[in-house]
């Protein structure tokens, strides 16, 4: 409780009076928040009175509360845009009538966002010309009524129109994010908006581009991407497409129109088959040959035939006799996919072999060979001894000078010949010889030697009396093959060169008189020529890609398109060049599996198109070679083309062929064991694959799963003759054991069903125990019973013969077993990768070149040997075969 003196003065409670009090009030609200709070002290407060006005107007009010303190109040709703501040001052009056000295009160009106920004104008309108880009087209501006930079500046823009070419920044600059095109749209139409600092947004107003037509010679309507989806066939490419001539001052004489689609990047220049080199030749009408392997670095994948890198130093490789006779026949034809470049640091002497037979040891002869020497193709030819008069010269050498040696580019090149002629396919196109060219050596003959074999090597050459490599190439190789005692046709080697995605040319029957139309023979480059502007439009609108490859390469292909056009007069008018390109886009990915199942229903017909390239038929443990084998039906592998490969781990089957033939093949396949006391549990394993492997299956694992029974022997001789009158009958049940296991092959998957036959084959041992049927199992059951009914009638007797029937127990179990087939299991193994295949194996030459080999028609100091001629009318393989290797890490037996 205060106590106050009559009379006293009061004062107003501030700590600093000349500074007063400052009070902030919303334009919505009335309430002034004041600081410090109004207060007076020193006597019993009646009133606050406004005593000074400094600024005109004050429509405040002071209310007087408890504990002599206030709260100011406006009169009325404040608008700052109208009046922000006010001051006056204020004073106190205690009830005896006594007034406070004078403090100065700082009012702020506190903005609100009551206002939306407006823009200045309506709306705006504006002209672009077509094909430019403007870093302004037009500015718009907005303003905001309200009074603080808050809620009264504007701080963005926007546009509200979807779809359409352009930006707006934050100050209202408008600009196009792309060249308008005035056939495109001869208006654009934009909703804008502006928005203050505290986000309010404007009313919308229109913008209105207007695009100027401006002629510019050139072909326009062509995209700058064209999406390919595999399967999808032909796509037209520039549909579109428009040739525009402007206003030049031509009269059109004459058209003329490239357009070249860019593959080159793409492993040996196109989408091609992704099959070997041996299913490529079998889809092109042969097949049975094989290419070389291993002994060098080789590209990753499976995409086609592996392609083989040799670095011109070390690496090479070595063909055994036993993969490829070294003997050349008269006829034949060795063919090869080469990429080879320039090499200015080489001696342009200097020979770089892709194949080479040699002598083994103590000479450096060369019998023939295949190599580049100064941007040259080069055959050798050297006869042996035997095939003529040592002292008659016959052609030896063949060189071809063609400029495809040293572009750096991937190209096929076949050699056939008919002993003394010799053609070169390049390309899958006869090279037409002109004089001197091919340059055609003569030499003599070899002579004869004694003791001295041949080394045939692809990518150097062995000399033999420095016993190493020499001439070692510098490039890179794919699908070489050798195919004697026949040549090649034309059409393979044109089939074999053939790619897979092209040009498709517009239909012959839209081309007007005096236009003509070219094209390369791989349809990558396309021309037309004329005097028709119109007609070449409509011609380059139906241009196509396709690409017939189940599942391409995915990527880019980009296209060139190059006009001319000649006026009256010879005047020539360049049009600019158009790039473009065709995104091949990624395939789905198919998926190839095998599983087990008792379906015996027939094959559904869709599996007739698909293609198989390998079933792989696995054992484990291996095969024991004395009494177990796997045989396959040659007959009808020979009549479906398809290679097998027999060995103590299993069969091979290889060749592109359809998938009902692979499952005819499969279902054939027979496992025969001669001795089957020494039977151990097998594991059979089927994987397949597709695309050159590209794609694998699961691994299919079947178990066959061999049951020894126990056999009960008992001392009576009634027992005993039953028990040889059981094997009797057991001989002339079977003539051999053998599994078969069925495969039912489907669309892009393989099922595999077990189906066993059992039997057994024993000869030479009458008291031999014979697998049977399941009726073995009764008739041990019997005898067992028999026996049992014996031992209890002579009891007596029983320890007496006890020790005698422990001996015919052991004898009788390691000679007897009964076979059980209800233990047939399949197991299903989700898909694994497998690994390496495909490759071969890797070796490298580490010898040094030092010297060179003795002159390719030297024959001093040479002797020769007899070299077996192949008589084979088959292709033969060229490369190391590698075994099937059993992977038992994920096998639990």
Same mark, same amino acid.
């Given at each position: 409780?205060?106590?106050?003196?009559?009379?006293?003065?009061?004062?107003?409670?501030?700590?600093?009076?000349?500074?007063?009090?400052?009070?902030?009030?919303?334009?919505?609200?009335?309430?002034?928040?004041?600081?410090?709070?109004?207060?007076?002290?020193?006597?019993?407060?009646?009133?606050?009175?406004?005593?000074?006005?400094?600024?005109?107007?004050?429509?405040?009010?002071?209310?007087?509360?408890?504990?002599?303190?206030?709260?100011?109040?406006?009169?009325?709703?404040?608008?700052?845009?109208?009046?922000?501040?006010?001051?006056?001052?204020?004073?106190?009056?205690?009830?005896?009538?006594?007034?406070?000295?004078?403090?100065?009160?700082?009012?702020?009106?506190?903005?609100?966002?009551?206002?939306?920004?407006?823009?200045?104008?309506?709306?705006?309108?504006?002209?672009?010309?077509?094909?430019?880009?403007?870093?302004?087209?037009?500015?718009?501006?907005?303003?905001?009524?309200?009074?603080?930079?808050?809620?009264?500046?504007?701080?963005?823009?926007?546009?509200?129109?979807?779809?359409?070419?352009?930006?707006?920044?934050?100050?209202?600059?408008?600009?196009?994010?792309?060249?308008?095109?005035?056939?495109?749209?001869?208006?654009?139409?934009?909703?804008?908006?502006?928005?203050?600092?505290?986000?309010?947004?404007?009313?919308?107003?229109?913008?209105?581009?207007?695009?100027?037509?401006?002629?510019?010679?050139?072909?326009?309507?062509?995209?700058?991407?064209?999406?390919?989806?595999?399967?999808?066939?032909?796509?037209?490419?520039?549909?579109?497409?428009?040739?525009?001539?402007?206003?030049?001052?031509?009269?059109?004489?004459?058209?003329?129109?490239?357009?070249?689609?860019?593959?080159?990047?793409?492993?040996?220049?196109?989408?091609?088959?992704?099959?070997?080199?041996?299913?490529?030749?079998?889809?092109?009408?042969?097949?049975?040959?094989?290419?070389?392997?291993?002994?060098?670095?080789?590209?990753?994948?499976?995409?086609?035939?592996?392609?083989?890198?040799?670095?011109?130093?070390?690496?090479?490789?070595?063909?055994?006799?036993?993969?490829?006779?070294?003997?050349?026949?008269? @006829?034949?034809?060795?063919?090869?996919?080469?990429?080879?470049?320039?090499?200015?640091?080489?001696?342009?002497?200097?020979?770089?072999?892709?194949?080479?037979?040699?002598?083994?040891?103590?000479?450096?002869?060369?019998?023939?060979?295949?190599?580049?020497?100064?941007?040259?193709?080069?055959?050798?030819?050297?006869?042996?001894?035997?095939?003529?008069?040592?002292?008659?010269?016959?052609?030896?050498?063949?060189?071809?000078?063609?400029?495809?040696?040293?572009?750096?580019?991937?190209?096929?090149?076949?050699?056939?010949?008919?002993?003394?002629?010799?053609?070169?396919? @390049?390309?899958?196109?006869?090279?037409?010889?002109?004089?001197?060219?091919?340059?055609?050596?003569?030499?003599?003959?070899?002579?004869?030697?004694?003791?001295?074999?041949?080394?045939?090597?692809?990518?150097?050459?062995?000399?033999?009396?420095?016993?190493?490599?020499?001439?070692?190439?510098?490039?890179?190789?794919?699908?070489?093959?050798?195919?004697?005692?026949?040549?090649?046709?034309?059409?393979?080697?044109?089939?074999?060169?053939?790619?897979?995605?092209?040009?498709?040319?517009?239909?012959?029957?839209?081309?007007?008189?005096?236009?003509?139309?070219?094209?390369?023979?791989?349809?990558?480059?396309?021309?037309?020529?004329?005097?028709?502007?119109?007609?070449?439009?409509?011609?380059?609108?139906?241009?196509?890609?396709?690409?017939?490859?189940?599942?391409?390469?995915?990527?880019?292909?980009?296209?060139?398109?190059?006009?001319?056009?000649?006026?009256?007069?010879?005047?020539?008018?360049?049009?600019?060049?158009?790039?473009?390109?065709?995104?091949?886009?990624?395939?789905?990915?198919?998926?190839?599996?095998?599983?087990?199942?008792?379906?015996?229903?027939?094959?559904?017909?869709?599996?007739?198109?698909?293609?198989?390239?390998?079933?792989?038929?696995?054992?484990?443990?291996?095969?024991?070679?004395?009494?177990?084998?796997?045989?396959?039906?040659?007959?009808?592998?020979?009549?479906?083309?398809?290679?097998?490969?027999?060995?103590?781990?299993?069969?091979?089957?290889?060749?592109?062929?359809?998938?009902?033939?692979?499952?005819?093949?499969?279902?054939?396949?027979?496992?025969?064991?001669?001795?089957?006391?020494?039977?151990?549990?097998?594991?059979?394993?089927?994987?397949?694959?597709?695309?050159?492997?590209?794609?694998?299956?699961?691994?299919?694992?079947?178990?066959?799963?061999?049951?020894?029974?126990?056999?009960?022997?008992?001392?009576?001789?009634?027992?005993?003759?039953?028990?040889?009158?059981?094997?009797?009958?057991?001989?002339?049940?079977?003539?051999?054991?053998?599994?078969?296991?069925?495969?039912?092959?489907?669309?892009?998957?393989?099922?595999?069903?077990?189906?066993?036959?059992?039997?057994?084959?024993?000869?030479?041992?009458?008291?031999?125990?014979?697998?049977?049927?399941?009726?073995?199992?009764?008739?041990?059951?019997?005898?067992?019973?028999?026996?049992?009914?014996?031992?209890?009638?002579?009891?007596?007797?029983?320890?007496?013969?006890?020790?005698?029937?422990?001996?015919?127990?052991?004898?009788?179990?390691?000679?007897?077993?009964?076979?059980?087939?209800?233990?047939?299991?399949?197991?299903?193994?989700?898909?694994?990768?497998?690994?390496?295949?495909?490759?071969?194996?890797?070796?490298?030459?580490?010898?040094?070149?030092?010297?060179?080999?003795?002159?390719?028609?030297?024959?001093?100091?040479?002797?020769?040997?007899?070299?077996?001629?192949?008589?084979?009318?088959?292709?033969?393989?060229?490369?190391?075969?590698?075994?099937?290797?059993?992977?038992?890490?994920?096998?639990?037996?």
């Amino acid at each position: 409780m205060e106590f106050y003196f009559l009379f006293s003065v009061p004062r107003l409670s501030l700590v600093n009076a000349e500074s007063g009090y400052h009070g902030l009030v919303k334009e919505n609200e009335t309430l002034v928040e004041v600081t410090p709070t109004i207060r007076a002290v020193g006597a019993k407060i009646c009133s606050f009175h406004i005593v000074n006005k400094h600024h005109g107007e004050a429509p405040f009010q002071i209310i007087l509360k408890d504990n002599n303190e206030a709260e100011l109040r406006a009169k009325r709703a404040l608008n700052c845009e109208k009046r922000k501040n006010y001051k006056f001052d204020i004073a106190a009056v205690s009830c005896s009538g006594q007034q406070s000295e004078n403090a100065t009160v700082h009012i702020s009106v506190v903005d609100i966002n009551e206002y939306a920004p407006a823009f200045l104008e309506p709306s705006y309108v504006c002209q672009v010309d077509e094909g430019r880009l403007y870093s302004e087209i037009i500015h718009v501006e907005a303003s905001d009524r309200d009074c603080t930079p808050k809620y009264g500046d504007i701080c963005k823009y926007e546009i509200l129109t979807n779809d359409q070419p352009f930006l707006i920044d934050n100050e209202g600059t408008l600009r196009n994010t792309e060249p308008l095109d005035y056939e495109r749209s001869h208006n654009h139409i934009l909703s804008v908006v502006a928005y203050d600092c505290g986000m309010r947004q404007s009313q919308p107003v229109m913008v209105t581009v207007k695009v100027n037509r401006i002629c510019k010679l050139g072909w326009k309507g062509i995209a700058e991407r064209v999406d390919y989806a595999p399967g999808s066939g032909r796509e037209d490419i520039f549909p579109a497409a428009q040739l525009r001539l402007c206003e030049i001052p031509c009269s059109v004489r004459s058209v003329q129109a490239k357009l070249s689609l860019a593959t080159k990047h793409i492993d040996k220049g196109c989408d091609r088959d992704t099959y070997s080199v041996q299913s490529q030749r079998k889809l092109c009408g042969k097949y049975n040959i094989g290419g070389v392997k291993g002994g060098v670095s080789t590209d990753d994948g499976r995409e086609s035939d592996q392609i083989f890198e040799f670095d011109g130093v070390s690496s090479a490789i070595t063909v055994p006799s036993e993969v490829l006779d070294h003997g050349l026949a008269p @006829v034949f034809t060795i063919a090869t996919w080469l990429k080879h470049k320039h090499h200015p640091d080489m001696d342009r002497h200097a020979k770089e072999h892709i194949l080479c037979s040699a002598d083994d040891h103590k000479m450096n002869r060369h019998h023939y060979a295949w190599f580049v020497r100064n941007c040259r193709l080069i055959l050798l030819l050297r006869r042996d001894f035997s095939e003529g008069d040592l002292n008659i010269f016959r052609p030896a050498e063949w060189r071809w000078k063609i400029p495809q040696v040293c572009d750096d580019e991937w190209h096929h090149y076949a050699i056939s010949v008919r002993f003394p002629e010799a053609q070169l396919y @390049v390309d899958g196109t006869l090279f037409k010889a002109e004089k001197k060219n091919p340059e055609i050596i003569d030499d003599w003959p070899l002579h004869p030697t004694k003791g001295i074999n041949t080394t045939l090597t692809v990518g150097a050459c062995w000399q033999g009396s420095e016993k190493k490599m020499k001439h070692h190439l510098k490039g890179y190789l794919a699908g070489l093959s050798v195919l004697l005692n026949k040549v090649e046709s034309p059409a393979v080697l044109s089939c074999l060169h053939k790619c897979k995605e092209s040009l498709d040319v517009p239909p012959m029957e839209l081309l007007e008189p005096g236009m003509e139309l070219l094209t390369n023979s791989d349809l990558t480059e396309l021309s037309i020529e004329g005097d028709n502007k119109t007609n070449l439009e409509v011609l380059i609108r139906r241009i196509g890609y396709t690409n017939s490859r189940e599942f391409p390469t995915p990527g880019r292909r980009n296209l060139h398109l190059s006009t001319t056009i000649t006026c009256d007069h010879g005047r020539t008018v360049k049009v600019p060049n158009v790039e473009s390109y065709v995104m091949v886009l990624p395939p789905q990915q198919p998926t190839l599996v095998i599983n087990g199942t008792t379906n015996l229903a027939s094959e559904t017909t869709g599996v007739i198109e698909k293609r198989l390239d390998s079933c792989i038929v696995s054992v484990y443990p291996a095969l024991n070679p004395d009494h177990e084998t796997l045989a396959v039906p040659h007959n009808m592998i020979t009549q479906f083309g398809i290679t097998a490969k027999l060995s103590k781990d299993g069969a091979t089957l290889t060749g592109s062929n359809v998938i009902y033939n692979y499952q005819q093949v499969l279902r054939q396949i027979q496992y025969t064991n001669r001795k089957p006391a020494y039977y151990l549990n097998r594991v059979f394993k089927l994987i397949c694959s597709e695309m050159n492997g590209r794609f694998l299956s699961n691994e299919y694992v079947q178990t066959l799963t061999v049951i020894h029974p126990r056999a009960a022997v008992t001392s009576s001789g009634a027992m005993m003759q039953q028990q040889h009158e059981q094997t009797a009958q057991q001989q002339t049940h079977a003539q051999e054991q053998s599994v078969v296991a069925h495969a039912q092959v489907a669309r892009h998957h393989v099922d595999v069903r077990p189906h066993a036959i059992v039997e057994h084959y024993s000869p030479d041992h009458a008291s031999q125990p014979v697998i049977s049927a399941a009726s073995h199992a009764v008739t041990i059951i019997l005898v067992v019973c028999v026996g049992f009914l014996v031992v209890m009638i002579v009891v007596g007797v029983v320890r007496i013969r006890a020790a005698h029937q422990r001996a015919a127990q052991e004898e009788i179990n390691d000679t007897e077993m009964a076979w059980d087939d209800s233990a047939l299991t399949i197991t299903v193994n989700p898909m694994e990768v497998r690994g390496g295949g495909a490759e071969g194996g890797r070796r490298t030459q580490d010898e040094d070149d030092s010297s060179d080999d003795n002159s390719t028609y030297r024959d001093d100091d040479e002797d020769d040997d007899d070299i077996d001629s192949s008589d084979q009318d088959d292709v033969i393989p060229v490369g190391k075969l590698k075994d099937l290797e059993w992977d038992n890490s994920t096998l639990a037996i």
